[in-house]
Each structure stands twice: as C-alpha cells, then as structure tokens.
C-alpha cells in the first residue's frame, strides 16, 4: 500500500510539471500538433517515469569485518496494517469500480443506438443520425448526428466536416489514455484539468482542418455559436459544440506563433531532473576497515650477518659403571647455531627486531643403557617400560646434554642385552 501511494504521488507530480509547462507556455500557441504530443507525451510520462527510482551509492568505513550493499529500507516486522490504510484503499477502488461502470454504461448506449437506428458506411466513418442526442459528436470511427437539429445543408457539412477530422486524425487514442489514466487518478484535479486541455487541443485542430478546406471562417464560426451543449457526451466522444466556443472562435483568428516558442518544453528536463533528485534512494555500502600497511625495510646491506655460538667443552658426567665410562668420557660439544639476518633486516626506521630461528632441540636417547639417535625402527611390542627425565634430573645426571630432557627406554627380557641396568628407582614412569 505504501508504494502505491508514493507512486500515485509521484505520478501526481509529473502531472502538474507537464501541465505547468503546457499552461504557461503553450496553451494560447497555434502550433496544435505540436501540443497534442507534447500533452500526450507527458501523460505517458507522468505514467511510466515513477516507477524508476535514482539510486546513489554512499560508501561508508566501518571497523567492523562487514562488507557489501545495505538497503537503506528498514526491515520492519508485518503487524498489519491500521483501519484507516483499509478505508483509505476501500475509498480508492469504490473511485476506480465508478468510473469504470460509468464508461461501461456510456459504451452499451452507444451500441444500442447503433443497434437501433442503424449507421451508414462512408469512406472511413460510420454515420449515425439520431434523435438521442442533442449535440453532435464522434467516438472511435462512428460519427453520431442530431437530427432534430434545424440546420441548414451547410451547416450540416461543416458539422460533418469537423468531426470526421476527429476520426481522421484519430483522438479517441489520446482520450481513451486519457480517461484511463484519470481513472486511475480520479481524485487528482491535476489529471481532470489535463484530460479537458487535450480535449480543447482537440478542437483545435478539429476547426483548423474544417478551414483548410477553404470554409468560410465566417460562417463556421456562426455555425460554431449557433449549436450548444445540451447533454454530456460519453467522455471519449469529440463534440462539435465542446470546449468553449468563444476560445475556439479566438484561436481561429489568431495568427500563427513563432516557432521558437516550442523550445519551452525544454523545462520539462530541470523539473524531471529535480523529481529524480527529490525521490533518489541512498544505497550504503559498507567496507571494512583497511589494515595499516608496514613500510618494508629499505635494503642497506649487500652480505648476510652470520652469528655463531663458539664451541663450549661440556664435563662428562660419571658413569653408572664400567662398561659405559667409555662411551660417556667423550667431552660434549655444544651445537653450533648459524642464522643469517637477511639483507632487508636494516631498516630506517627507530627499532628492528630480528628473530632468529630456534634450531629444534632432540633429548637424549637410551636403549637399554646404550644412546641412539633415534627411536625410529623400535617394535613398541618389545618396549617393557619407558622413563623420561627432565629439567634438573635430567641436567643432575649428564649436565648440558641433558637440558631437553633424556628419554631411556627399557627393552623386554628376550630382548635386552647382558649388560643392562636396570633404571633408578627416582626414575618417574611415563
């Protein structure tokens, strides 16, 4: 409900810019032609241009890590809508049913008085001449005559003659769109004040058709005063006597306009660009916070840095008896530590800290008293038991070699050698 009613707004608008310009600057102006589809262009226009909304996009910074587009409509919970929404829509389409019936009812008269008084073909028009009416006019292709009107031949001719332009020139098209679109804005003055300027458009050119001919202005303008409106006509009839006489005996006698006047309609644009502003919707678009940059270091230094640790000689420590003394009696080398700061580590800026890898630190294995490099090819099925030392029990009992901890690792019975021992009773059990 609520986009209809901005739409119909919208359309309302278009309506009074069209006819603005139309009234300002063209109404009193002889270029009729020209007029008609100026008018019936604006009517098309104030039908069709609002259901295009402007959108712009405004583009926002957020800290947040939310990117993409944010509708600026709110999400709004359906609760329903108020009473007077539904007497309001009610209100509107009693409007629309009554208009519709109407121009039903206008319709079927018509078909019966063809029905009943029967027409006659021509070169393009059909000729009904009945007692029905007391006005003459044209609807479509059919030229509906009052009989009882006492006019004399030429009269008649000229009557003939004015709304077989109607028919010609085929305004029933202009006053069909017309009346659907005041159909649909029947509570808009606006609209009703456009479809009467089209109808006397109409006439215009209707009246310069009838004097292109060669009629006498004289006596056409005597036969215009002569015949009054006595009823309403169906609305999407022509009537010859229609639309003020005296303005249509005025534009008769008017000379042509200049040409240049036409460019009026040129202020149609500024109006319809500032609608476009008035009603343009914002569409937000939310970036997340871009992460400061690091300034990469400026290369100084051609050769890599090498820092070495110098080779320490480490005390063996005691053996636990005679036949590991010479394998343990070798002094200890600790590891050489080679890294190489990188050229780019020599920077301009205040502080740099350069992180060197760390070498990945192996504790100490024994099998059954004896070290190895590794555990690998080990059976775990042939493992009895295994017994891990850290910190200062392992550091206690092999110094410096024994800093990342020692692992000693107990072999089954069918599998130990002759000159195991068995571990400590201090030895904490995995």
Known sequence: MEQLVIYLLKSALYTVVF???????????????????????????????????????????????LSGSVSTAAIQKDTGFPLWIYVLAGTYLTGICFLMLRHLTGMLKIQQVIGKYGCTSSDGFKLIETPEFKSSFSIFNYIIMDNKVHSSALEKRLILAHELAHVKQMHWVDLLLGQLFCTLQWFNPFAWIYLDRMKQNHEFLADEAVLLQGHSIAVYRATLVNHTLGTQVFALASSFAQMGQLKRIKMMMKPASGSLRKFAVLLVLPAMTFFLWAFAKPELIISPLPVSKIAQPKVVQEKPVTIAVQKKKIAPAKPKSRERAPE?????????????????????????????????????????????????????????????????SAMAEYGERGRNGVIKIEMKKAKRPVSFNPPQANMSSL
Not at 32 to 44: D, I, T
Not at 49 to 63: A, E, I
Request: net charge neutral.
């Open 19 to 65: 006819l603005g310009i139309y009234w300002f600057f063209l109404k009193n102006e002889t270029f009729y032609r020209f007029n008609r589809w100026f008018l019936l262009l604006g009517l098309l226009g104030a039908f069709a241009l609002p259901f295009y909304t402007y959108t712009y996009q405004v583009h926002l910074v957020s800290s947040l890590s």
């Open 328 to 392: 343990e009696s070798k002094p200890a080398e600790a590891p050489v530590f080679t890294a190489s700061i990188p050229a780019d580590s020599v920077v301009k800026s205040e502080s740099v800290v350069v992180k060197i890898p760390e070498v990945k630190k192996e504790p100490l294995v024994f099998v059954d008293g004896v070290e190895v490099k590794s555990m690998n090819g080990l059976n775990p099925n042939d493992i009895e038991a295994i017994n891990v030392f850290k910190d200062k």
